[in-house]
């Protein structure tokens, strides 16, 4: 069973970067595109952006130019970072496996339990 | 970019069935079959219900059922129980430039 982890800051400062790290543990990293979705208190889901195995990425286009997804195979684990952050940016960040083997089915299999991030000086 | 359009609520009471309706346009819930549905209960991560619009994953209750028709994808759940009280969340691949859009959550009250 795929088991997934954030790690990371739970506050940063405004115009500050958010950094957080996921840790994929039961399968491995290689063959799947994995991403983040986030979920301000009180709202609903948005989907940030995934990344291949291989490197491939892509983003929601509304963040495209403050986010960076990347991924370590080495060490089964991928990466955020979320530069220039607002108060608007405070939400609980899920990092999650697209179901799709080697191609994007963009659908979500495997969540981590989500990790807090407040943004406030 | 614009959300997909849920209703923000519905009710039923045990053991009835209820539809939630997932709006779209041709550019995503029309054009590609990757239509996914997740629930969520107060403080959880979401559970995949429902993915490439009627497929269910494996250990998901045959209760929950997903069809879509034109511009619009639904989620139905039929012999509604305590445990069904939730958020439900739509989710569509929305193509290259948009890539994947949710829903807002509609909130399911079994009476």
């Known amino acids: 069973q795929v088991q997934l982890q954030e790690s990371g800051p739970g506050l940063v400062k405004p115009s500050e970067t958010l950094s957080l790290t996921c840790s994929v543990s039961?399968?491995?990293?290689?063959?799947?595109?994995w991403g983040w979705i986030r979920q301000p208190p009180g709202k609903g889901l948005e989907w940030i952006g995934y990344?291949?195995?291989?490197?491939?990425?892509n983003s929601n286009p509304s963040l495209q130019s403050r986010v960076t997804i990347s991924v370590d195979p080495s060490k089964n684990q991928f990466s955020l970072k979320l530069r220039s952050v607002t108060a608007a940016d405070t939400a609980v960040y899920y990092c999650v496996r697209d179901g799709g083997y080697s191609s994007s089915s963009s659908y979500f299999d495997f969540w981590g339990q989500g990790t807090l991030v407040s943004v406030s000086s | 970019q614009s959300a997909l359009t849920q209703p923000a609520s519905v009710s039923g009471s045990p053991g009835q069935s209820i539809t939630i309706s997932c709006s779209g346009t041709s550019t995503d819930v029309g054009t590609y079959n990757l239509v996914s549905w997740y629930q969520q209960h107060p403080g959880k991560a979401p559970k995949l219900m429902i993915y490439e619009v009627t497929k269910r994953p494996p250990g998901v209750s045959n209760r929950f059922s997903g069809s879509g028709s034109g511009n619009t994808a639904s989620l139905t759940i039929s012999g509604l129980q305590p445990e069904d009280e939730a958020e439900y969340y739509c989710c569509s691949y929305a193509g290259s430039n948009l890539h994947v859009l949710f829903g807002g959550g509609t909130k399911l009250a079994v009476l």
């Open positions: 039961g399968g491995s990293i290689s063959n799947y595109y």
């Open positions: 990344i291949y195995s291989s490197g491939i990425t």
